[in-house]
């Protein structure tokens, strides 16, 4: 496929998806006139990338992740370490404290709602 199918299919625009490129976490072949193609795995690839962006990994992290991960086109690589599972616990660690932190404001902004619809008595 194209990269514009493959920036459809994902909802990532073909400019990142350049950059993903540029950045070696993606790869396509390049046909006869030159433009980029991508084998179906592409589409796996690109959202497993924006999830990992999501949880707050640069694109060095991610080049360093994806080939340890599993991809509809096969299983993971060998090229985990010891050192890379350390870092992404600690990296999960982070995650788990952000989520944690969210938990609590947002109890706390229930309560003001809860506080905020009861009825007033206007006792003056």
């Known amino acids: 496929m194209r990269i ?4 459809e299919r994902t909802g990532v625009s073909e400019r990142s998806l350049r950059y993903y490129e540029q950045q070696g976490l993606l790869t396509a ?17 690109v959202i497993r990338i924006q999830a990992l962006y999501a949880a707050g990994l640069n694109s060095a992290k991610i080049a360093e992740l994806l080939p340890c991960m599993r991809d509809a086109d096969g299983g993971p690589s060998e090229r985990a370490t010891g050192k890379l599972v350390a870092e992404l616990r600690h990296e999960r660690e982070r995650i ?4 944690a932190d969210l938990v609590l404001s947002r109890e706390v902004l229930d309560e003001a709602i809860d506080m905020a619809a009861r009825p007033r008595s206007d006792a003056a």
């Open 29 to 45: 072949e390049r046909t006869a006139g030159g433009h980029r193609a991508f084998g179906p795995w592409a589409v796996d690839r």
């Open 4 to 7: 514009g199918e493959l920036a």
């Open 96 to 99: 788990d404290r952000l989520i």
